[in-house]
């Protein structure tokens, strides 16, 4: 009787708690964040790569404190926070910023069920930005530095079997540091935005075997019909069992040594991936010892193939499965006006990806952002490619000074923010790299902290070599490494720069602003590189914009990026709105012009 008095007593608790959160103060919120729950915020499971059936999900009310680097654990914490939104965001219900002088506390107690009893437990972050220490009962468990890759922590050690206490600290120094850091900036202005500290990703428990299954490796080859499947895992002597399945079917299997590539044989009839048939087969990878199962979970896999070839007129096109196709999309930020880097639920999240779509894009650039795992998987099921970017970090060189372009030298970084890239990129490669969408990794944007950019461009071929390498989108100092040649040019897209050996692309053009009274961030206070005042010019602009695109896509172009997909903060030059309430363009029209460009230059399947 006791017991349910307490437990019941927990849920009230709970409930009161909920129900006294609010957002903190902001102009604009999407629908999804005026509508959030914050009992129930998140609650998909968060690695569709590599699942398994029993979770906990740690979202939520937690509490936190702010308080100067150096000092102890507060003994009182200052409020609430509604994790996973990161402190600054009005959707964490307390909207202040940090600082390179504080560190930002969270704590928060949590069950163990009793099912899991004989289980080690992991801990999962989804993200941290930038470098946490984690302690559980008042033991020091692990921590990560690098404010875009997923991490885990194996808490088993430190646990309780009732009321274990959580506590995260947070250090983030944003532009005062040597870090990957995209568009933070402590003063945000014009292009460059709020600061996001701490926690922007799930948070989540998982039971496992002790011997149980780390991460996944999936490599399709096309030209071999063959699936690379790499099971890591914690345990000696262990074997590993793929089993891929079109549908109910199971129509290929193989088994290895874990920690080892295993090739899988496909079948004859091979079904490949695609942007107009994005099939993919399901996977299950079972953990063996001496016979045993130990650890099973699943995942799924594309065959397709990227490549590159010059056409009949020495053009060097895109490739997908030995078609060539034009890759078109949009620059995609990734930013939210009442959730910053995240987005309010998943539903918003999708929502964008589903706009780009309907728009007639085939490809999505997501600019200097990680998004989390399910946005890629949803890109894989939606048959949407992706050029996916570093964040940037440190000094920008002036992009209109042109002669940079050709001329110059690179700057230089310091050791330890070389190490900090270096490490950041690789974690975001190999979290990445499971997902078929992906098929360029840009290690830099324009002159932003763009250093040793051929050997960066080799690294990055020699560690994913079944992706293309986009050296430097728009970047200055041009080497004719990587396989592409990017260049950037407002508004129009012209291009003042080509190379006979890479595929030549526009990263970005375009910047049409329209400043939509109501959905504006500043209402005072907004810029576009061109402006206009209704949807219908937009659209004639922008139709404008494509017809020269695509006269030139016969002898130039392969590629094109347009800016961008919403408004972001004072930025007006979105085809929707920053509360995405709002599309400022005519969809059919917009949708008839890219298909076109698409269509011409792209073989078909």
């Given at each position: 009787?006791?017991?349910?008095?307490?437990?019941?007593?927990?849920?009230?608790?709970?409930?009161?708690?909920?129900?006294?959160?609010?957002?903190?103060?902001?102009?604009?919120?999407?629908?999804?964040?005026?509508?959030?729950?914050?009992?129930?915020?998140?609650?998909?499971?968060?690695?569709?790569?590599?699942?398994?059936?029993?979770?906990?999900?740690?979202?939520?009310?937690?509490e936190?404190?702010?308080?100067?680097?150096?000092?102890?654990?507060?003994?009182?914490?200052?409020?609430?926070?509604?994790?996973?939104?990161?402190i600054?965001?009005?959707?964490?219900?307390?909207?202040?910023?940090?600082?390179?002088?504080?560190?930002?506390?969270?704590?928060?107690?949590?069950?163990?069920?009793?099912?899991?009893?004989?289980k080690?437990v992991?801990?999962?972050?989804?993200?941290?930005?930038?470098?946490?220490?984690?302690?559980?009962?008042?033991?020091?468990?692990?921590?990560?530095?690098?404010?875009?890759?997923p991490?885990?922590?194996?808490?088993?050690?430190?646990?309780?079997?009732?009321?274990?206490?959580?506590?995260?600290?947070?250090?983030?120094?944003t532009?005062?540091g040597?870090?990957?850091?995209?568009?933070?900036?402590?003063?945000?202005?014009?292009?460059?935005?709020?600061?996001?500290?701490?926690?922007?990703?799930?948070?989540?428990?998982?039971?496992?075997?002790?011997a149980?299954?780390?991460s996944?490796?999936?490599?399709?080859?096309?030209?071999?019909?063959?699936?690379?499947?790499?099971a890591?895992?914690?345990?000696?002597?262990?074997?590993?069992?793929?089993?891929?399945?079109?549908?109910?079917?199971?129509?290929?299997?193989?088994?290895?040594?874990?920690?080892?590539?295993?090739?899988?044989?496909?079948?004859?009839?091979?079904?490949?991936?695609?942007?107009?048939?994005?099939?993919?087969?399901?996977?299950?990878?079972?953990?063996?010892?001496?016979?045993?199962?130990?650890?099973?979970?699943?995942?799924?896999?594309?065959?397709?193939?990227?490549?590159?070839?010059?056409?009949?007129?020495?053009?060097v096109?895109?490739?997908?499965?030995?078609?060539?196709?034009?890759?078109?999309?949009?620059?995609?930020?990734?930013?939210?006006?009442?959730?910053?880097?995240?987005?309010?639920?998943?539903?918003?999240?999708?929502?964008?990806?589903?706009?780009t779509?309907?728009?007639?894009?085939?490809?999505?650039?997501?600019?200097?952002?990680?998004?989390?795992?399910?946005?890629?998987?949803?890109?894989?099921?939606?048959?949407?490619?992706?050029?996916q970017?570093?964040?940037?970090?440190?000094?920008?060189?002036?992009?209109?000074?042109?002669?940079?372009?050709?001329?110059?030298?690179?700057?230089?970084?310091?050791?330890?923010?070389?190490?900090?890239?270096?490490?950041?990129?690789?974690?975001?490669?190999?979290?990445?790299?499971?997902?078929?969408?992906?098929?360029?990794?840009?290690?830099?944007?324009?002159?932003?902290?763009?250093?040793?950019?051929?050997?960066?461009?080799?690294?990055?071929?020699?560690?994913?070599?079944?992706?293309?390498?986009?050296?430097?989108?728009?970047?200055?100092?041009?080497?004719?490494?990587?396989?592409?040649?990017?260049?950037?040019?407002?508004p129009?897209?012209?291009?003042?720069?080509?190379?006979?050996?890479?595929?030549?692309?526009?990263?970005?053009?375009?910047?049409?602003?329209?400043?939509?009274?109501?959905?504006?961030?500043?209402?005072?206070?907004?810029?576009?590189?061109?402006?206009?005042?209704?949807?219908?010019?937009?659209?004639?602009?922008?139709?404008?914009?494509?017809?020269?695109?695509?006269?030139?896509?016969?002898?130039?172009?392969?590629?094109?990026?347009?800016?961008?997909?919403?408004?972001?903060?004072?930025?007006?030059?979105?085809?929707?709105?920053?509360?995405?309430?709002?599309?400022?363009?005519?969809?059919?029209?917009?949708?008839?012009?890219?298909?076109?460009?698409?269509?011409?230059?792209?073989?078909?399947?």
């Amino acid at each position: 009787m006791y017991k349910s008095i307490i437990i019941s007593l927990a849920i009230l608790l709970n409930f009161a708690s909920a129900a006294a959160y609010t957002p903190a103060k902001v102009n604009i919120m999407t629908t999804w964040g005026e509508n959030i729950d914050p009992a129930n915020v998140w609650n998909k499971y968060p690695r569709p790569a590599m699942s398994r059936d029993q979770w906990q999900n740690l979202n939520g009310l937690w509490e936190y404190s702010i308080r100067p680097v150096g000092e102890d654990k507060p003994k009182k914490f200052d409020g609430e926070i509604l994790v996973p939104f990161c402190i600054e965001s009005a959707l964490s219900g307390v909207g202040k910023t940090v600082g390179e002088d504080n560190y930002l506390w969270y704590k928060r107690t949590f069950d163990i069920p009793s099912s899991w009893k004989g289980k080690d437990v992991l801990l999962n972050f989804g993200a941290v930005d930038w470098q946490c220490k984690v302690w559980v009962n008042g033991q020091e468990v692990g921590g990560h530095t690098g404010g875009y890759a997923p991490f885990s922590i194996d808490i088993t050690k430190a646990l309780k079997k009732k009321k274990n206490e959580l506590v995260v600290r947070v250090f983030d120094p944003t532009d005062k540091g040597e870090q990957p850091r995209g568009k933070q900036v402590s003063e945000p202005n014009g292009i460059w935005y709020t600061p996001v500290t701490g926690i922007w990703q799930t948070v989540w428990l998982e039971p496992v075997a002790p011997a149980h299954i780390a991460s996944l490796k999936i490599t399709p080859d096309v030209d071999a019909r063959k699936l690379s499947v790499t099971a890591d895992a914690k345990g000696e002597g262990l074997t590993a069992v793929v089993d891929v399945y079109d549908g109910s079917q199971k129509v290929a299997s193989a088994t290895g040594k874990a920690g080892e590539a295993i090739d899988v044989a496909m079948p004859d009839s091979l079904k490949l991936w695609s942007t107009d048939s994005p099939f993919l087969y399901d996977l299950t990878v079972t953990l063996l010892n001496d016979g045993k199962a130990e650890d099973s979970v699943k995942s799924y896999a594309a065959m397709r193939k990227v490549g590159k070839r010059a056409d009949a007129n020495g053009v060097v096109r895109f490739t997908l499965n030995d078609k060539e196709i034009f890759h078109f999309g949009p620059l995609d930020q990734g930013w939210w006006p009442d959730g910053l880097y995240t987005p309010p639920s998943y539903e918003a999240m999708i929502y964008d990806v589903d706009k780009t779509k309907e728009l007639g894009y085939n490809m999505i650039r997501k600019h200097i952002k990680v998004e989390p795992a399910l946005w890629y998987e949803y890109c894989d099921r939606n048959g949407m490619l992706v050029w996916q970017d570093m964040p940037s970090s440190g000094p920008s060189v002036n992009r209109w000074n042109m002669h940079h372009y050709y001329e110059g030298e690179e700057k230089s970084r310091s050791e330890n923010a070389d190490r900090l890239i270096r490490a950041e990129w690789e974690e975001i490669m190999d979290a990445l790299h499971n997902y078929p969408s992906v098929v360029v990794w840009t290690p830099f944007n324009e002159g932003w902290g763009q250093y040793k950019t051929a050997d960066f461009a080799a690294w990055t071929k020699q560690h994913d070599p079944s992706r293309l390498v986009n050296a430097a989108s728009g970047g200055n100092f041009f080497q004719g490494v990587g396989d592409i040649l990017d260049v950037h040019h407002y508004p129009q897209p012209l291009i003042f720069l080509a190379s006979k050996d890479q595929a030549n692309c526009i990263g970005e053009y375009g910047g049409i602003g329209c400043a939509l009274e109501g959905h504006l961030w500043t209402p005072d206070r907004n810029w576009g590189y061109v402006q206009f005042k209704t949807p219908e010019e937009v659209t004639d602009e922008y139709v404008k914009y494509a017809d020269l695109l695509n006269s030139q896509a016969d002898v130039l172009y392969t590629g094109a990026v347009y800016t961008q997909t919403t408004d972001v903060e004072v930025e007006v030059n979105g085809l929707l709105t920053y509360d995405r309430k709002v599309v400022k363009v005519n969809p059919a029209r917009v949708r008839e012009a890219n298909r076109r460009i698409i269509d011409t230059h792209s073989q078909k399947p």
